[in-house]
């Protein structure tokens, strides 16, 4: 059974600093692995997708990249801002039908 | 752009009480989620389609149930709500056929039962 794991589940940084966000999944069999963005109390936001093909995704001062082999994925951001923190989710793919696997989330707090 | 939308953001209902929500997409895609989100249980599967008129369990779809008549619409339904089922709900749809296989998520319904 898949299972994905974020660690740390809560991190917080000064204005500025670059920071890593881990994935980890136990299963390598992924169609793809997807990032979003949470603010509290609201939707979710995709904020990149990385094929299962693909070793990284950038967008902005945001880059992912995937490890299938190792079951793990990063998420950098660069440069962080106030407007960074929030809880950030990473979630597999893991059929055609779309069905997702969530880990339980990293909430960012980005200090001025 | 892809537009997820919910019918409520907010609802208070009481307990036994039959509620409906409501998720309607506008791109033409064949799946579509519904999710309950706990703090410290994160993101939990209730309920899938992948075409009209087909549902599949996720993995808590008990007290639950779904209509999928058009392709653009997703309901879930709480035939009886219970205070357990106080939750965000998030309903989530995907392309199957189109790259990129994005997920694309409503704003959330905020559901307390009472």
């Known amino acids: 059974k898949q299972e994905v794991t974020q660690i740390p589940a809560a991190l917080s940084v000064p204005e500025g600093e670059n920071l890593v966000l881990n994935c980890s999944f136990t299963d390598s069999a992924i169609y793809n692995l997807q990032w979003f963005r949470q603010d509290p109390g609201k939707g979710l936001t995709s904020l990149l997708l990385i094929q299962s093909s693909q070793r990284e995704q950038t967008s902005g001062r945001l880059n992912a990249s995937l490890d299938k082999s190792s079951g793990r994925s990063t998420l950098y951001i660069a440069a962080s801002q106030p407007g960074d923190s929030a809880t950030y989710l990473c979630?597999?793919?893991?059929?055609?039908?779309?069905?997702?696997?969530f880990g339980q989330g990293t909430t960012l707090q980005v200090k001025p | 752009d892809v537009k997820v939308t919910q019918s409520s953001r907010y609802l208070v209902k009481r307990t036994g009480e039959k509620v409906f929500l409501e998720c309607v997409q506008d791109m033409d895609h064949e799946n579509m989620f519904w999710y309950r989100q706990d703090p410290g249980l994160g993101l939990r599967l209730i309920y899938f389609?992948?075409?009209?008129?087909?549902?599949e369990k996720g993995d808590i779809p008990e007290g639950y149930s779904v209509s999928r008549e058009k392709k653009e619409r997703f309901s879930l339904i709480l035939e009886s709500a219970s205070t357990n089922q106080t939750s965000m709900y998030l309903c989530?749809?995907?392309?199957?056929?189109?790259?990129?296989?994005?997920?694309?998520f409503g704003p959330g319904t905020r559901l307390t039962v009472t």
């Open positions: 989530a749809s995907s392309p199957t056929l189109a790259r990129p296989y994005e997920q694309y």
């Open positions: 389609s992948y075409d009209v008129k087909m549902k």
């Open positions: 979630a597999v793919r893991v059929s055609n039908t779309g069905k997702l696997i």
